[in-house]
Nanobody, 126 residues
């Protein structure tokens, strides 16, 4: 069992920045592919960013590319999402997720992630 806990959400003005953190339990955190997803009201949950086990490879949704940066610290069992140039359309509940089994095949696919956090709200005001 892997416990995933997000933090760092809040209210920010458009153009501002916010950093989300995610802590995941387990002695083999460095073997997990980690991803961030988001869900806006009335919409389906969508992929935001993912990072490989070592942190050497990252992948982003087109909508956030160039504005968001995913990173991880395997020594601390943490993954981060630095969000800049935020827009009102970035408003959503942001979820951190761990893929503990399948590796780096298709990191944007939700079903590949077997452990999820409860989410943290990010609200961007115009």
């Amino acid at each position: 069992q892997v416990l995933v806990v997000e933090s760092g959400g809040g209210l920010v003005q458009a153009g501002g920045s916010l950093r989300l953190s995610c802590a995941a339990s387990g002695r083999t955190f460095s073997s997990y592919v980690m991803g961030w997803f988001r869900q806006a009201p009335g919409k389906e949950r969508e992929f935001v960013a993912a990072i490989s086990r070592s942190g050497g490879v990252t992948y982003y949704a087109d909508s956030v590319k160039g504005r968001f940066t995913i990173s991880r610290d395997n020594a601390k069992n943490k993954v981060y999402l630095q969000m800049s140039s935020l827009k009102p359309e970035d408003t959503a509940v942001y979820y951190c997720a761990a893929d503990t089994t399948t590796g780096w095949g298709t990191p944007s696919r939700l079903p590949l992630y077997d452990y999820w956090g409860q989410g943290t709200q990010v609200t961007v005001s115009s």
